[in-house]
């Protein structure tokens, strides 16, 4: 099963920013701090996604 990149990334950010969300919003109110480790949370998330390279497929498969 062959997964892009972009699809692999678009998960993985949208993963990081949710659980980051879930967090922030427990008192009702999203800050402007809460609001930047969100965002931070996406980017980083898609620039760990990116770095990594795909693992190459094995032979014969």
Do not use: F
Request: glycine letters at 12%.
């Amino acid at each position: 099963m062959r997964i892009s990149s972009i699809a692999k990334a678009v998960v993985s950010g949208l993963a990081a920013g949710a659980a980051a969300g879930v967090t922030a919003v427990q008192d009702n109110v999203v800050t402007t701090g809460e609001g930047v480790t969100i965002a931070l949370a996406v980017l980083a998330a898609w620039g760990i996604t990116w770095a990594v390279p795909n693992k190459p497929p094995r032979p014969g498969v």
